[in-house]
């Protein structure tokens, strides 16, 4: 994935010393029995796939009468995503999960209206547009970093809800100009409701054409008869604003924007699935990656004072090219992303037969790419679980191709990457920046990957100002 950092005139060093083991379910011995393996996928994925899984290039068995594949040979991800693309497409599962609370947004369209969306969509991600909303991201930082230090007077805070709010007060500032004081209650109830009773896949969602109701989709479609309502409320008021000259956000570039192919701009039913898309996946991943990042920092005491002093340098004023003056905070996002990444795998469903590095694919059989395991594979990475930001520092030597997606790769790769790891560069420097964090003795925090990657029961911190 090409890093946009600029090479610096001295070499960066981390500091000397061993790199933490973040604790991590133990992956089975042998393939888990299929009642087995299909709980442990709605309960916590990363303890479904076994240890060969880690060191084999490609692990084949079949189950529910097809093939799964799980894919961690380069070449054979870059033909299921790059070369030969067209062949796959999103699992049934994947569909009926998403499209009630993204609608048909560019997650998860196909063919021409993906590429339509896609076309529309770009001007609004493209670097210097992003650098135009560092004032909304720092201001939504600053705010809760002030928030945290007066919490920190009274004790241990609990960190993850308060980055949620964070992470959501972006995408309020940066979609519409405003904060979301008066719908972020509300937003982060329909996220929790829906991730919680109908988020998780079952396994009808998984055998059942997508013209046949499944049990989950009678509660999913009444979610969505809320949802909108809720969406269209929020546009409606943003839209009633008087529009200036200069677009102030994202909704006013979206509003703006135009398929340089074809002259059309979104209609109301677009517009709202994208914002819901660019909302949903946005808060809650980077809410996760902040998270990651700080319990990496507890545990790397000596890495986090080389962030602080880092975040001290830049100053205040992170403004145009913000990122070459923390390159070694965007490298410690960069690992918390190969550690924990907050999409931990990509399935897709074969539409027609096809060869993966030897293996005859069938039609309808699943390839499953999983950046979890992918990102420690024992024949990709060394020290795969150590946290060793290091290896993204400049001068480093590059990953092997295709052999970090967090943002996956090709056509489908995520639009908003570059946004993603601006915010949690500038948010990470900011608080690190501000504060000495660490942890309650003893405590630890394990990985449950369900939606997205997500701590499971994390403790409150300890946040002690600079």
């Known amino acids: 994935m090409d890093s946009g950092r600029t090479t610096l005139d001295a070499p960066l060093c981390l500091p000397p010393g061993p790199r933490p083991r973040p604790p991590v379910p133990e992956p089975p011995a042998r393939d888990l029995p299929l009642p087995a393996y299909l709980s442990a996928l709605r309960r916590n994925a990363v303890e479904a796939w076994p240890q060969r899984t880690y060191e084999e290039p490609i692990v084949q068995r079949r189950l529910l009468g097809r093939h799964t594949f799980i894919v961690s040979d380069p070449d054979a ?11 796959y497409a999103r699992t049934r599962a994947s569909v009926r999960i998403l499209r009630p609370v993204l609608g048909d947004g560019l997650l998860i369209s196909e063919g021409a209206a993906w590429r339509h969306q896609r ?7 493209t670097p210097r547009a992003v650098e135009a909303l560092v004032p909304h991201i720092l201001g939504a930082v600053d705010a809760t970093t002030a928030l945290l230090a007066a919490q920190a007077q009274q004790g241990p805070v609990p960190l993850f809800p308060a980055l949620h709010g964070l992470a959501l007060e972006i995408a309020g500032r940066t979609m519409f100009s405003v904060g979301m004081q008066s719908d972020g209650a509300a937003l982060r109830r329909f996220v929790a409701e829906y991730a919680e009773r109908m988020g998780r896949p079952h ?25 909108i309502p809720f969406l269209d409320r929020i546009i409606a008021r943003r839209a009633a604003d008087p529009q200036p000259h200069a677009a ?28 819901a898309t660019l909302i949903l996946a946005g808060h809650e991943t980077t809410a996760a990656a902040l998270l990651w990042a700080s319990y990496l920092m507890a545990l790397a005491p000596d890495i986090q004072e080389a962030v602080a002093a880092e975040a001290r340098a830049a100053g205040d004023d992170l403004g145009d090219g913000c990122e070459r003056r923390l390159p070694l905070t965007r490298a410690v996002v960069d690992e918390t992303l190969r550690l924990y990444p907050p999409a931990f795998v990509l399935a897709r469903a074969a539409r027609e037969a096809d060869d993966l590095g030897g293996r005859t694919v069938e039609p309808g059989d699943v390839v499953m790419i999983s950046p979890w395991v992918l990102h420690r594979h024992r024949r990709l990475w060394p020290e795969p679980d ?13 990953p092997p191709r295709f052999a970090y997606l967090p943002f996956g790769a090709g056509p489908r790769v995520c639009i908003g990457a570059h946004f993603a790891l601006l915010e949690a560069t500038l948010a990470l420097a900011r608080l690190i920046g501000r504060f000495r964090v660490s942890l309650p003795e003893g405590s630890v925090i394990r990985p449950a990957a369900v939606v997205t990657t997500q701590p499971d029961n994390p403790p409150p911190f300890i946040l002690r100002p600079r």
């Open 386 to 398: 150590a946290f060793d930001p290091g290896r993204f520092l400049p001068g480093a030597a590059p």
């Open 203 to 227: 396994l009808l969602d998984m055998l059942l054409p997508l013209s046949w109701p499944a049990p989950l989709d009678l509660a999913r479609a009444r979610f969505r008869r809320r949802w």
């Open 77 to 87: 991800i870059r033909r299921v995503l790059i070369d030969n693309q067209a062949a």
């Open 248 to 275: 102030r956000d994202l909704l006013d570039l979206l509003v703006a924007a135009r398929d340089p192919e074809t002259g059309h701009p979104f209609t109301p039913d677009q517009l709202r699935d994208q914002v």
């Open 119 to 125: 076309r529309t969509l770009a001007p609004a991600f």
